[in-house]
T-cell receptor, first 111, second 116 residues
Framework: KQEVTQIPAALSVPEGENLVLNCSFTDSAIYNLQWFRQDPGKGLTSLLLIQSSQREQTSGRLNASLDKSSGRSTLYIAASQPGDSATYLCAVRHHGNKLVFGAGTILRVKS | GAGVSQSPSNKVTEKGKDVELRCDPISGHTALYWYRQSLGQGLEFLIY????????KSGLPSDRFSAERTGGSVSTLTIQRTQQEDSAVYLC??????????????FGSGTQLSVL
């Protein structure tokens, strides 16, 4: 059974810091991995999608890496801003059609 | 519409009643998912529809839960004889078919279900 773990569960940083969120998964036979952002009371917004054959994806200040063999992904946020405050979720597409989600990292960027 | 639309946004019901939750996916998205998010927990997969294929119902927690997707577009999730443990946010997502290299999921804002 695929399990996804995210560390840390919560993170508080001052504005401007670079930060790394971690995601690990137990079964490396994944199809792809996605990072999402969830604001309070809202749905999820897809940030980055990395196919199993890729090593990283970048979008603006965000960079996600994937090491499939070790079952790890990181989301790097450069020059953090208060507007980055949200819950960040990692999800892997494993066998079949469903995405398996981690519990998320709650990020707070203080101004 | 421009995004995934879910209704109602909030639903309060009494234990034992039936509820229907609606999802209107992005036009052209043939894949549709239902997830459940309980307080303090991760997202739990419920059901997946892809075009005219038989749905993947492997995540439905009991036979009180059912879903249908008519005409390959709008989907309805029905919970019969609701229980307090059914209280959660029910999220719908849609995407292009998997295998095309562009399977980003687009989520609706969810339906907050409260069973009293």
């Amino acid at each position: 059974k695929q399990e996804v773990t995210q560390i840390p569960a919560a993170l508080s940083v001052p504005e401007g810091e670079n930060l790394v969120l971690n995601c690990s998964f137990t079964d490396s036979a994944i199809y792809n991995l996605q990072w999402f952002r969830q604001d309070p009371g809202k749905g999820l917004t897809s940030l980055l999608l990395i196919q199993s054959s890729q090593r990283e994806q970048t979008s603006g200040r965000l960079n996600a890496s994937l090491d499939k063999s070790s079952g790890r992904s990181t989301l790097y946020i450069a020059a953090s801003q208060p507007g980055d405050s949200a819950t960040y979720l990692c999800a892997v597409r494993h066998h079949g059609n469903k995405l398996v989600f981690g519990a998320g990292t709650i990020l707070r960027v203080k101004s | 519409g421009a995004g995934v639309s879910q209704s109602p946004s909030n639903k309060v019901t009494e234990k034992g009643k039936d509820v229907e939750l609606r999802c209107d996916p992005i036009s052209g998205h043939t894949a549709l998912y239902w997830y459940r998010q309980s307080l303090g927990q991760g997202l739990e997969f419920l059901i997946y529809f892809q075009g005219n294929s038989a749905p993947d119902k492997s995540g439905l927690p009991s036979d009180r839960f059912s879903a249908e997707r008519t005409g390959g577009s709008v989907s309805t999730l029905t919970i019969q004889r609701t229980q307090q443990e059914d209280s959660a946010v029910y999220l719908c997502a849609s995407s292009l078919p998997s295998g095309q290299g562009n399977e980003k999921l687009f989520f609706g804002s969810g339906t907050q279900l409260s069973v009293l």
